[in-house]
C-alpha cells in the first residue's frame, strides 16, 4: 500500500469516527440532561400522566399528549405518502418510458428540498382553509392538514426508495412472470412488489422517521395545545414543537421547564432508535425468504 493509499484510509477512517463520536456525544448530552429532570420528575408520572403544562403555573409533566401528536401526524403523513408514493414507484419502474422517467424522477425529488417552513404555512393558508369546506368543525390549527403535508413532502423518500428497490429485482423475475401468462399488472404487484418488499420496508420507515423528526410543518400549522388524544380536528403538540417552544428563550436556562427538552428528546432519540432496529430486523428477515 502507498503513502497516497494510506491517507485516504486515515481520512476516510477519521470520517467514520466524526460520525461515531458524534452520536455518542449526542447521547451523552440527551442523558446527562435527562438524569436531571427525572431527578426531579417522576418517570412514572412522565410515561403515564396525559397532561403535560411544565410551562404553567400548574405543573404537569407527562409524556402522554407530546407522543400522540407526533404519532397522529406521523400516521396521517404516511398514510398519504406511502400509497402514493408506491403508486408512483411501480408505475416508473413497470410502465413509464424510460424518457420519462428521466424527467419525472428528478422532478419528484424537488419536493424533497423545498424548506419545510414554506409546506408549514402552505399548510396553514392553503390547506387548512381548503379542508373546511368539508369540515367545518376543522380548528383553524389542527393535526389533519400538517399530517397531509407532511405527507406530500415525503413522498419522494417513498418513491424514490421504493422504486430503487424494484429496480433491483432481477429481470428473469418479470419474464418468468409474462412466462406464466400473468399481465403487467399482476407481475408488478404479485411479483416485483413482494420481490422488492424489504427496500419498500425501509423507504417507508425512512418517511416515518423523516415525519416523526419534522419540526418547522408542525410548529406552524397544528399549534401548540398540548392534548392527549387522537382527533385530527383539533390543535395538537409534538415534540419537536414543544423543543422549538422552549428553545425560543422565553425559559431560563437550566431551569426544570428548559430540561423538559431533553426528556423529550431522549424519548424521541429512544422511539426512533427502536423504530430504525424493527426496519432492520423486518429487512432481514425478507432478505433471508427471498434467498
Known sequence: MNVKEKIIEKILAFCAL???????????????????????????????????????????????????????????????????????????????????????????????????????????????????????????????????VMGIMIIPFVSSLSEDALSSVPNSLRQASFGMGSTKFQTAFRVMVPAASSGIVVSAILAVSRAIGETMIVAIAAGQQPRFGFDPTVPIETITAYIVQVSMGDVPHGSL??????????????FTFILNNISYWIKERYQEEYE
Open 257 to 270: 421547564a428548559y430540561k423538559t427538552i431533553f426528556a423529550a428528546g431522549i424519548t424521541l432519540f429512544i
Open 18 to 148: 466524526v460520525t461515531v463520536f458524534t452520536t455518542i456525544g449526542i447521547i451523552l448530552i440527551l442523558a446527562i440532561e435527562a438524569v436531571g429532570f427525572f431527578s426531579q420528575v417522576s418517570i412514572v408520572e412522565f410515561l403515564t400522566s396525559t397532561k403535560w403544562t411544565p410551562l404553567f403555573t400548574q405543573k404537569s409533566y407527562g409524556i402522554l399528549p407530546l407522543l400522540s401528536g407526533t404519532f397522529l401526524t406521523t400516521v396521517i403523513a404516511i398514510s398519504v405518502a406511502l400509497p402514493v408514493g408506491l403508486t408512483i414507484a411501480i408505475y416508473l419502474n413497470e410502465y413509464a418510458s424510460k424518457r420519462f422517467r428521466q424527467i419525472l424522477k428528478p422532478l419528484l425529488e424537488i419536493l424533497a428540498v423545498v424548506p419545510t417552513v414554506v409546506y408549514g404555512f402552505f399548510a396553514l393558508m392553503i390547506v387548512t382553509p381548503f379542508l373546511k369546506t368539508f369540515i367545518p368543525e376543522l380548528s383553524g390549527f389542527n393535526a389533519l392538514s400538517p399530517g397531509i
